[in-house]
């Protein structure tokens, strides 16, 4: 009977130990018997929590659980000292512990749902801290803390900041869907020879110019504008010799370029193409055409239009277009109060031309193009009594390009012929060039190609007309964003049909312009224009010096 007592009282603390959480109070005492009920009941077994065997610290290691009934074991077990990558003499096959996957930089933000659909909860991890029981092996399962719930944060991937190919370019003001881009520029400067004849003193100058740019902003079709004036006013005046034709007491002179262009997208193929200009200019001082006593140069202006229409063919394109325009010159003042009429200047010009064009490869259209005009006078004869109403015609060939927007334009070469209607006058016909290109050398480099030839309408006595060729090429250089230097140079000719006169223009120029930020820029120039002529006493040279500043928006 003793011995049954002493086994009870050994197994005792074994099963206090054991107890399930509900018997907690059993486990206050561990010599204390239990009574008949607890020892007669029967296990409570939870499958979601099955209960686990417990292993006991190594012998002779401090720390390790020694309590009462509990079989003790001696020396280390095998591999014991060996660490996680060490000599292991059991040669027992270890598991690698599995990598964890490697996360992608930059999480991609949730889709906001659509409305009506109740969002998925944020996904969270679950942060808990250990119970010191827990961070020795051997311990009882006891109470945790309360987990703490930590919401996964998103970290979005940055953007790439945008550069910006131009930061002084301007910004324009928006209205409706067209953009607006006004600019004035005030310029001063002195030139040696305005009136441009030998010999003649030189003055200063002022020149006012305001223009507006117009861009649509549609998805189809568009409509743009250019319109370009400016106002020159010198400081002095010159007395004009009697009876004797030459420069007019004053200088003074308007000048405007304007034009407005639009395109009407009928469908994917064809489409109608509209333009209207309007140009009012004068005589350039040193023309055979200006009278003598003149106190002001006459102003001439000119207004036309153009409408085309274009179809294609897959990669054959062609295009129909006519034009009209009217060209009107002012009454001339003369220096003794009189007026003197231009009405036999006065002319209507109607033409049409046909031009068909391949895309031969992208960015590279060859086309052919002819066309013809006439040119009827308000007056039958002029004040010489010749008739000037004539003909025209023209053909050239020639290429567009858009090469990866390094070379962008058009270039042609061709023949005109202009027949008159009065016998006396001779017919005109000659080689033309025209072009207009842009070079983009480098990010820092643009070179600007510009031709175009002519005939144009004298009123010397037996000169059919003024057949006229010009070429232009600048170069412009960005030493810096906001520092561009530009250097110009030009040459042209005057054929004065009829008369044996012919004129050499030539011009060169050097400029700089500094931009202090997209709304104001200062500018510098010097130029220098001379003509060389067979005609004596007509040559010239001429040179510039001009400082001014542009405001832009």
Same mark, same amino acid.
């Given at each position: 009977m003793?011995?049954a007592?002493?086994?009870v009282a050994?197994l005792?603390?074994?099963?206090?130990?054991?107890?399930?959480? $509900?018997?907690?109070?059993?486990q206050?005492d561990?010599?204390?018997?239990p =009574?008949?009920?607890?020892i007669?009941?029967?296990l409570?077994y939870d499958?979601?929590n099955?209960?686990?065997?417990r292993?006991g610290?190594?012998?002779?290691q401090s720390?390790?659980?020694?309590?009462?009934?509990e079989l003790?074991?001696y020396?280390?077990?095998?591999?014991?000292?060996?660490?996680a990558?060490?000599f292991d003499?059991t040669?027992?096959?270890r598991?690698?512990?599995?990598?964890?996957?490697?996360?992608?930089?930059?999480?991609?933000?949730?889709?906001a749902p659509?409305p009506?659909?109740?969002p998925?909860?944020?996904?969270?991890?679950?942060?808990?801290?250990p119970s010191?029981q827990?961070?020795?092996?051997?311990?009882?399962?006891?109470?945790t803390?309360?987990?703490?719930?930590?919401?996964?944060?998103?970290?979005?991937?940055?953007?790439?900041?945008?550069? $910006?190919?131009?930061?002084?370019?301007?910004?324009?003001?928006r209205?409706g869907?067209?953009?607006l881009f006004?600019?004035?520029?005030l310029?001063g400067?002195? @030139?040696?020879?305005?009136?441009?004849i030998?010999g003649e003193k030189?003055?200063?100058?002022v020149?006012?110019?305001?223009?507006?740019?117009?861009?649509s902003?549609?998805?189809?079709?568009? &409509?743009?504008?250019?319109?370009?004036?400016s106002y020159?006013?010198?400081f002095?005046?010159?007395?004009?010799?009697i009876?004797?034709?030459?420069?007019?007491v004053?200088l $003074?002179?308007?000048?405007?370029d304007a034009?407005? *262009?639009g395109?009407l997208?009928?469908?994917?193929?064809?489409r109608?193409?509209?333009e209207?200009?309007?140009?009012?200019a004068?005589?350039?001082?040193?023309?055979?055409n200006l009278q003598?006593?003149?106190? #002001?140069?006459?102003i001439m202006?000119?207004?036309?239009?153009t409408?085309a229409?274009?179809?294609s063919?897959?990669?054959?394109e062609?295009t129909?277009k006519?034009s009209v325009?009217?060209?009107?010159w002012?009454?001339?003042?003369l220096? =003794?109060?009189?007026t003197s009429?231009?009405? =036999?200047r006065d002319?209507?010009?109607?033409?049409?031309? &046909?031009?068909?064009?391949y895309?031969?490869k992208?960015g590279?259209r060859?086309?052919?193009?002819i066309?013809? @005009?006439a040119?009827v006078h @308000?007056?039958?004869?002029?004040?010489?009594?010749?008739d000037?109403d004539?003909?025209g015609s023209?053909?050239?060939?020639?290429?567009t390009?858009?090469?990866?927007?390094?070379?962008t334009?058009?270039?042609?070469?061709g023949?005109l012929?202009?027949?008159y209607?009065?016998?006396?006058?001779s017919?005109?016909?000659?080689?033309t060039f025209?072009?207009?290109?842009?070079?983009a050398a480098?990010?820092?480099?643009?070179f600007?190609?510009?031709?175009?030839s002519?005939v144009?309408?004298?009123?010397?006595p037996g000169?059919s007309?003024d057949l006229?060729?010009?070429?232009a090429l600048?170069?412009?250089?960005?030493f810096r964003r906001?520092?561009?230097?530009?250097?110009?140079?030009g040459f042209?000719? =005057?054929?004065?049909v009829?008369?044996?006169?012919v004129d050499?223009?030539?011009?060169a120029s050097?400029g700089?312009?500094?931009k202090?930020n997209?709304?104001?820029?200062?500018?510098?120039?010097?130029?220098? *224009?001379w003509?060389?002529?067979n $005609?004596?006493?007509?040559g010239y040279t001429a040179?510039q010096?001009?400082?001014g500043?542009?405001?832009? #928006?």
């Open positions: 003793a011995g007592v002493f086994c050994a005792a603390p074994a099963r206090a130990q054991s107890a399930p959480p $509900d018997q907690a109070s059993d206050s561990p010599f204390r018997l =009574d008949a009920a607890s007669f009941a029967p409570k499958p979601r099955p209960g686990r065997f292993r610290a190594p012998p002779g720390g390790g659980p020694s309590h009462f009934g003790q074991g020396g280390n077990p095998p591999a014991s000292g060996a660490g990558t060490g003499s040669n027992a096959v598991r690698k512990a599995r990598a964890a996957p490697r996360r992608k930089p930059g999480v991609s933000l949730p889709v659509p009506g659909v109740v998925d909860p944020v996904p969270t991890t679950v942060a808990t801290r010191p827990e961070g020795r092996r051997g311990a009882s399962l006891g109470p803390a309360a987990p703490t719930l930590v919401p996964a944060i998103a970290t979005p991937t940055r953007r790439k900041p945008t550069v $910006d190919p131009d930061p002084f370019a301007p910004v324009g003001v209205t869907a067209f953009v006004p600019a004035i520029e310029t400067g002195y @030139d040696t020879n305005p009136q441009r030998a030189g003055s200063g100058f020149v006012v110019a305001p223009e507006l740019r117009l861009r902003d549609w998805e189809r079709h568009a &409509l743009n504008a250019d319109i370009k004036a020159t006013d010198y002095q005046s010159w007395p004009a010799p009876g004797v034709s030459g420069p007019p004053s $003074d002179r308007p000048n405007v034009r407005a *262009d395109r997208d009928i469908s994917s193929r064809n109608l193409d509209v209207g200009r309007l140009l009012v004068t005589d350039n001082p040193g023309s055979p003598a006593g003149l106190k #002001r140069l006459p202006t000119t207004l036309g239009s409408l229409y274009t179809q063919f897959n990669r054959f062609l129909a006519g325009d009217r060209s009107v002012q009454a001339s003042s220096t =003794d109060g009189t009429s231009n009405d =036999d002319f209507d010009q109607f033409g049409g031309a &046909l031009r068909g064009s895309e031969l992208p590279i060859p086309f052919a193009e066309g013809t @005009d040119r @308000d007056l039958a004869l002029d004040r010489n009594g010749e000037r004539s003909n023209y053909a050239k060939v020639g290429s390009f858009e090469i990866t927007r390094k070379l334009g058009e270039v042609s070469i023949y012929a202009r027949r209607r009065d016998a006396a006058l017919n005109i016909g000659g080689m025209d072009a207009s290109l842009i070079y480098t990010a820092l480099t643009t600007t190609l510009i031709a175009k002519g144009n309408e004298v009123t010397v000169v007309g006229s060729r010009d070429i600048q170069v412009d250089h960005a906001w520092l561009t230097g530009t250097a110009k140079f042209g000719t =005057d054929d004065y009829g008369l044996s006169r050499q223009r030539w011009f050097l700089i312009i500094y202090l997209r709304d104001l820029q200062l500018k510098g120039e010097i130029r220098r *224009d003509l060389v002529s $005609d004596p006493g007509a040179d010096v001009l400082l500043v542009r405001l832009q #928006r």
